[in-house]
């Protein structure tokens, strides 16, 4: 953490001292960074006491109010949703106003702003059933993007599904984390590549939900298939394609569903 803190000290000494920062508040990482010297003005975005707050409307991030110096500025409705796109949102806004946009347009462009591809991205509902792309690779990401998707849904069931590709998860050294990033699905399956280098079914065992650890993908859609129903939400997680998952998974779903209505 030192090195990356000395690594964002350079780069708050590149910004002029006609520049602004804009720094998340309560964050005693960028705090530290911030004593390190710092010779520009600084807003403080998204907390308590900060220049910059974002008032939850729908408790899913998908509607809220922007206040800045203790003043509401305007109220914002779009794609996004969860805690870290609204926190992204903020920023942005915060950032066009130094540029000279006013907030109000700035609120009023991200309304219309398009989620990018593979974050939260709908891929498609068979009989009821829908599956999500998403690009959260790690403990924090995984359990903020469920918590976007749990207050989005409520009661309904996620079953989510995480592949550990990235460097970092292959090598395991967020193993001790990733159990509790779970906690908001309802069930989880986690595949487990050939290359993996620690053993993720301690991290099946740990996990506050019940969890299954897969090492086939066939198979993996066959557990999938055989215990979603109408309602459910399949959440699938990865860095990377994950095989093509998300298709076989629909095709999968939409065989199922018709072999359903033959018997009946």
Not at 184 to 196: E, G, I, K, N, V
Request: glycine letters at 8%.
């Amino acid at each position: 953490l030192a090195a990356i803190q000395r690594q964002f000290h350079h780069l708050v000494r590149t910004v002029p001292g006609t520049g602004r920062l804009l720094v998340p508040a309560h964050d005693e990482a960028l705090a530290q960074v911030l004593k390190m010297g710092c010779w520009s003005e600084v807003e403080q975005v998204d907390g308590e006491g900060a220049h910059w707050q974002a008032k939850l409307l729908a408790s899913d991030g998908s509607q809220f109010e922007v206040w800045l110096d203790g003043q509401s500025i305007g109220e914002l409705s779009w794609q996004g949703m969860g805690a870290h796109n609204v926190h992204n949102a903020l920023m942005a806004i915060a950032a066009a106003r130094h540029a000279g946009v006013r907030p109000a347009d700035a609120i009023a462009a991200m309304s219309r702003f398009v989620m990018p591809k593979r974050r939260m991205e709908l891929k498609g509902e068979v009989a009821g059933i829908r599956v999500y792309d998403d690009f959260a690779h790690h403990p924090t990401a995984i359990a903020t993007t469920l918590a976007g998707l749990r207050a989005r849904v409520g009661q309904a069931r996620i079953l989510a599904v995480l592949e550990p590709r990235s460097n970092t998860m292959k090598l395991g050294v967020h193993q001790k984390e990733l159990s509790a990033s779970l906690a908001q699905a309802d069930a989880a399956f986690l595949f487990a590549p050939a290359d993996l280098g620690w053993d993720i079914q301690q991290v099946a065992s740990e996990a506050p939900v019940p969890t299954l650890v897969c090492h086939d993908l066939t198979l993996l859609i066959r557990q999938l298939v055989a215990v979603a129903r109408p309602g459910d939400q399949i959440l699938v997680m990865s860095n990377g394609g994950f095989g093509g998952i998300h298709e076989k998974l629909l095709t999968a779903l939409a065989q199922s569903s018709a072999n359903s209505e033959e018997r009946a």
